[in-house]
C-alpha cells in the first residue's frame, strides 16, 4: 500500500470473506495486534466469527498453520469496536452483496459485486487455484475445514458464475486471476478475462 501512495488511515471498508490468518492477520500489527486500519469498518461474516470465537476451540486441533487463531481472533477482532458482523446472504454496501461459502471455513463468505448489468465475484478460498479445482470441482484438499461442504459450495459458486454470466477471482489465484467460468463436459473450464 505504502509503494502505491495508499494511505491505511484512508481506508474506510474492509470486507473479509473468513477469519483465517492469512486473511486477517493483515488487519493487526504482528507484535501488539494493534489495528492496521483504525478508521475502516471491518465487515466479517457473523457465523464466521461466532464459530472461531468458542472457546472449545482452544484445546481442538485445527492443524498447525490455525494454531492459536481462535484465541487471536478473540483477542482483536471480536472485541474491536469497528467490527460490524454481517449474515451470511446480505447487501453490505451498495453493490456489495454476501454469498454463503460454507466449508472451506465454517461460516465463509464470497463478494458479489455488481455495477449496472455486470457482476464480478469474488470467490475468497472457493477455489484455492483454478487450475485444480475449477477442472475438478469435486476434489478435496486439508485446507477445507468441511471437505464436502466446499465440494458442495465450489459447485454451487461455479453454476452461480456460469448462469449469470459472471466475471470471477479469487484471492489465492495465479495471474491472469479475472475471467470467467464455463461449463465443459462435468467439470468447469476457467476463461481468464482479455487485458
Known amino acids: 500500500m505504502a509503494a502505491a501512495a495508499i494511505d491505511r488511515n484512508a481506508i474506510t471498508t474492509v470486507l473479509i470473506s473468513h477469519l483465517h490468518g492469512d486473511h486477517i492477520y493483515g488487519l493487526m500489527d504482528r507484535e501488539t495486534n494493534a489495528q492496521t486500519f ?65 466449508g472451506h471455513s465454517p461460516g465463509q463468505i ?4 455488481t455495477f449496472g448489468d455486470k457482476g464480478l465475484l469474488l470467490t475468497a478460498d472457493v477455489s484455492l487455484l483454478p487450475a485444480l479445482f475449477v477442472r475438478n470441482p469435486d476434489s478435496q484438499v486439508a485446507l477445507d475445514q468441511d471437505g464436502a461442504m466446499a465440494v458442495e459450495t465450489r459447485n454451487r459458486i461455479f ?35 482479455e487485458s
Open 159 to 193: 453454476e452461480r458464475a456460469v448462469a449469470d454470466k459472471l466475471a470471477v477471482t479469487g484471492t489465492h489465484w495465479l495471474l491472469p486471476s479475472v475471467g470467467t467460468i464455463a461449463k465443459d463436459g462435468n467439470a468447469y473450464a476457467f476463461v481468464a478475462a
Open 38 to 102: 483504525p478508521n475502516a469498518e471491518i465487515v466479517v461474516p457473523e457465523g464466521e466469527l461466532k464459530w472461531w470465537t468458542r472457546p472449545e476451540l482452544d484445546t481442538a486441533d485445527l492443524g498447525p498453520t490455525r494454531r492459536g487463531l481462535p484465541q487471536r481472533i478473540r483477542a482483536t477482532i471480536a472485541t474491536w469496536k469497528n467490527v460490524r458482523a454481517i449474515a451470511s446472504d446480505a447487501e453490505i454496501i451498495p453493490g456489495v452483496r454476501a454469498i454463503p461459502a460454507f
Open 110 to 113: 464470497t463478494h458479489l459485486v
